[in-house]
């Protein structure tokens, strides 16, 4: 028996004893219910002891939990599964039946094309039950059909439905339409015309998904922009499968509004143009113990010129909730910039005037090695020609002159120095004539660097395992994952990647400073990066973050690119750029700013 078997027989058959149930007709039940003399009878007892020590009220919702909780870390990376609360199950459900009829309701054929252990399922046939009054066993074979990639959650997803069934009364054999798929190349002719799907697709983004998945975004037009996250085709392959008329609904990464990534999507939801009402839940947390950002996404499969939004920042899902939506048209929306749709006229100003942020400066992300913890360290004792630093336990001497000093954007705030924290990194490259970096030969760097040598030659094995072992690309085993970032302008201002309050910056002159684990505006001028120190600092721009940037928990917003690059810098003359370098008080360079965004 597997550890999966086992499990299932313990959480069967403890619910089963709580209620007093013995199926004597369905056979997956009576395969996975453990009597008084089989020999798990010890095993489960220990089991019930311990679900009661923890206050297991024994509903199906708590086995449905447990059954999410019990999926291996490794597999809950691969396939992003997460239990979604039964409130939100509700609140989706309810919308995409809305105004249907019970006769009209009972033939509606239901989907979850990434169902997991079948939440959406029990809150679907409870209620069709309540309404239609259909027996469970015709709802699971005419109006439920489910898909997902692991074959224990479509087991698991038979053995909660057919608990709900025993549970109001049906002892049968049941006939279910749950398919172990992916469902990124699954055929659906073999389920035929959908009405309704819901869901929660999977949260993976590219590093982690399996190389199976990793090939068939490619299928899809919505995967086309940056890395895509695999949420993202769940859209096209809900539309495309069903009926004109029908409708989606999803609990989904809100991401999409605006990222790189989403931009294909974006694409797609204007080239299509179907009525759209999305509730952001903006930086509030849906689900415990994970920091997602999430949105209720709703389409209905019929030509609409304008989307529905609306920001829940409260995360407030009760359906009496009813907040005023705002109306944008599609011919008003841009798909290359992001979906602006929390904008307000200010932020919308502050983008029209004079330069966009992202061309009046350049942007540089950090060294990409792929391997931090072997190239990055700091240096803990220093000779006159190496540095010396600890790795796990062990003391390691490099030579100085292939190292460089580095610096961790993101932990720049405020309270943070500089020079407190600088790190090293050892750099096996060389700048040639025209000052690009190039790989060191690795006969050079054996024989005029031996030490640095040996220390990444006994790292060669972690090393080798970058981009999942395939790193036959690479001009050498040594070198980074990545060739961003291996040169620098001379001057750079650091900033944090989020931050809860207005920036204060960091301004290098150090011109062969690298970053890593984050990203900086980089300029061989002086001035334009000091420029861009003081406008960047005032609460002009931090209020424009707060209106348009990505929010997180505890009142932080992000800084990445696409949610700051729009904001406008005004052109100064050159009395005025004086005047500007000349304050020094913030809240004198935040008077002096105003007129220019006012």
């Not at 095993?43 to 024994?58: E, M, P, R, S």
């Not at 950090?366 to 220093?382: D, P």
């Not at 961003?484 to 309050?501: D, E, G, H, R, T």
């Amino acid at each position: 028996m597997t550890t999966i078997q086992l499990v299932n027989k313990l959480f069967v058959s403890s619910f089963l004893r709580y209620y007093g149930l013995v199926s004597r007709n369905n056979p997956l039940l009576q395969e996975l219910t453990i009597n008084p003399h089989d020999a798990e009878e010890e095993i489960l007892q220990k089991f019930i002891v311990q679900l009661d020590a923890c206050g297991c009220t024994y509903s199906l919702e708590d086995l449905t939990q447990l059954f999410e909780f019990v999926i291996s870390p490794s597999d809950r990376k691969v396939t992003g599964a997460i239990y979604t609360p039964s409130s939100i199950r509700e609140r989706i459900v309810e919308q995409v039946i809305d105004g249907i009829p019970a006769t009209d309701l009972e033939k509606k054929r239901f989907a979850d094309i990434s169902c997991g252990c079948g939440g959406f399922f029990l809150t679907i046939a409870r209620i069709l039950h309540e309404r239609c009054r259909k027996s469970y066993s015709d709802i699971y074979r005419e109006n439920i059909f489910g898909i997902d990639i692991q074959g224990y959650s479509i087991e698991r997803t038979k053995l909660l439905l057919s608990l709900l069934a025993l549970l109001n009364g049906e002892d049968c054999a049941l006939q279910f339409n749950l398919y172990k798929a992916n469902t990124l190349s699954f055929d659906f002719n073999t389920i035929g015309p959908l009405d309704i799907i819901v869901g929660n697709p999977p949260y993976v983004c590219l590093r982690n998904m399996s190389e199976e998945s990793r090939e068939l975004l490619s299928r899809w037009k919505v995967a086309a922009s940056g890395n895509s996250d695999l949420y993202i085709p769940f859209f096209q392959i809900a539309i495309e499968n069903i009926v004109e008329g029908g409708k989606v609904g999803l609990i989904t990464m809100n991401s999409f509004l605006t990222s790189l990534n989403g931009r294909a999507l974006r694409e797609y939801f204007q080239e299509t143009s179907y009525r759209i009402e999305i509730i952001d839940f903006r930086g509030n947390q849906i689900f415990s113990g994970r920091s997602t950002y999430t949105c209720l996404f709703f389409l209905t499969k019929e030509h609409s010129v304008a989307i529905k939004y609306r920001s829940q920042s409260n995360g407030n899902i009760s359906q009496q909730d009813r907040l005023p939506f705002k109306t944008f048209e599609y011919s008003g929306l841009d798909s290359k910039k992001g979906w602006k749709l929390n904008h307000s006229p200010k932020t919308e100003y502050s983008e029209s005037i004079g330069v966009p942020l992202g061309k009046f400066c350049q942007t540089r992300h950090g060294i990409a090695t792929l391997c931090n913890k072997v190239y990055i360290f700091q240096c803990v004792n220093e000779t006159e020609n190496t540095l010396v630093f600890v790795r796990d336990g062990a003391e390691f001497e490099i030579e100085k002159s292939i190292c460089r000093k580095i610096v961790n954007s993101n932990k720049f705030n405020s309270d943070v120095d500089l020079n407190d924290i600088t790190e090293y990194v050892i750099y096996p490259y060389f700048l040639n004539v025209s000052g690009k970096a190039e790989i060191i030969d690795e006969e050079i760097l054996q024989s005029k660097y031996p030490l640095a040598y040996q220390y990444l030659k006994s790292k060669k094995e972690l090393l080798d395992q970058r981009d999942n072992e395939h790193t036959e690309a690479y001009p050498a085993w040594y070198a980074y994952g990545r060739t961003q970032s291996l040169v620098m302008p001379k001057y750079k201002l650091f900033f944090p990647k989020i931050a809860n309050k207005s920036l204060r910056c960091t301004i290098s002159d150090d011109s062969s400073l690298l970053l890593y684990n984050g990203m900086s505006f980089v300029s061989d001028d002086e001035i334009k990066i000091r420029i861009l120190k003081r406008i960047l600092e005032s609460d002009i721009f931090w209020n424009y973050v707060v209106a348009n940037g990505k929010p997180y928990s505890s009142g932080y917003y992000s800084l990445n690119g696409v949610n700051i690059m729009n904001f406008g810098i005004p052109v100064f003359t050159q009395k005025q750029t004086e005047i500007l370098l000349l304050l020094t008080d913030p809240k004198d360079i935040n008077i002096w700013l105003s007129p220019f965004y006012d």
